[in-house]
């Protein structure tokens, strides 16, 4: 059984910076995510990343101010948030799948419970 424990979520102010993390339990998948959901919107993709660590993915709304990172030695895939807008508010998810290369939600099969972020304006 593989489980996903979010955390690292919180209030920031437009500019700032969050690091989530996402502890990851059972059997090694091929892709681990990080999706968000707004209220009233869908959930959508931010970012992957591959099993070895060497293949990463992002939405284009987040490239350059996101990275995606699975660290082997605490069992985590970290989702470091800089330059935070007020639209980046939402209930981020962790997911993982045995999809290599995934980034749609529904080919993701493990979620989380998902971690709230605000960022004020």
């Known amino acids: 059984q593989v489980q996903l424990v979010e955390s690292g979520g919180g209030l920031v102010q437009a500019g700032g910076s969050l690091r989530l993390s996402c502890a990851t339990s059972?059997?090694?998948?091929?892709?681990y995510g990080w999706f968000r959901q707004a209220p009233g919107r869908e959930r959508e993709f931010v970012a992957a990343?591959?099993?070895?660590?060497?293949?990463?993915n992002y939405a284009e709304s987040v490239k350059g101010r996101f990275t995606i990172s699975r660290e082997y030695v605490k069992d985590t895939v970290s989702l470091q948030m800089n330059i935070l807008r007020p639209e980046d508010t939402a209930v981020y998810y962790c997911?993982?799948?045995?999809?290599?290369?995934?980034?749609?939600?529904?080919?993701?099969?493990?979620w989380g419970r998902g971690t709230q972020v605000t960022v004020s304006s």
């Open positions: 997911a993982a799948t045995s999809v290599i290369g995934a980034t749609a939600p529904r080919l993701f099969d493990y």
């Open positions: 059972g059997r090694s998948l091929s892709t």
């Open positions: 990343v591959s099993w070895s660590g060497s293949t990463t």
